[in-house]
């Protein structure tokens, strides 16, 4: 199942695609230690296509099918570094994530230059079974200002604020006016 982006628009894939560029040229694009040697090449063209064009389910099908994840990974353990296979998720993950992270950089961008509106935490993807922590944050007005800086220095980890709450966790925001 796919994001209900609920202001998914032209303006916002804009932003989107600015923010994109703007880490790029500051060499702080995430990428992803799952990526292959071929994934690390078409990583950034399969992105921007998907934020043009498609939706973070496209950019997820992509990095399946033209194998831009590796099949294996090495995972610490109490008995040292074991070589485990990548989850077969591991492309919806890294896609949901990436997508859902630049396209709440855009909405803040367009609350704070537009200086009206206010961002929403909700629920953009039905989840099996929520987070506790994650269902408490739904229906909160976040900050624009703080949001953006966060999503911008925290990059492919978890952020300070929390938004988006970690992987699979289907929250997003939205503007309100």
């Known amino acids: 199942m796919s994001f209900k982006f609920e202001n998914l628009e032209s303006k916002t894939r804009r932003l989107m695609l600015e923010e994109v560029e703007m880490d790029l040229a500051n060499k702080k694009l995430y990428l992803s ?7 690390k090449k078409q990583y950034c063209l399969l992105f921007k296509n998907a934020i043009q064009e498609n939706n973070e389910t496209a950019f997820a099908n992509n990095l399946r099918t033209q194998n831009c994840l590796n099949p294996t990974e090495p995972r610490k353990t109490n008995q040292g570094v074991k070589i485990v296979s990548v989850p077969v998720t591991a492309n919806e993950t890294l896609a949901e994530g990436e997508f859902n992270r630049f396209y709440i950089r855009a909405l803040c961008r367009m609350v704070i230059e537009d200086k009206r509106g206010s ?36 990059i492919g980890v978890d952020t300070v604020l929390g938004l988006p709450p ?4 289907g929250l997003s925001v939205r503007i309100k006016s």
Not at 33 to 39: A, D, M, N
């Open 166 to 169: 970690g992987p699979n966790s």
């Open 33 to 39: 230690p799952r990526l292959s040697e071929i994934g």
């Open 119 to 154: 961002l929403e935490i909700y629920r953009a993807k039905q989840v099996l079974t929520p987070r506790l922590e994650s269902q408490m944050m739904i229906g909160k007005i976040v900050n624009p200002e703080k949001l953006l800086n966060d999503l911008r220095t925290n």
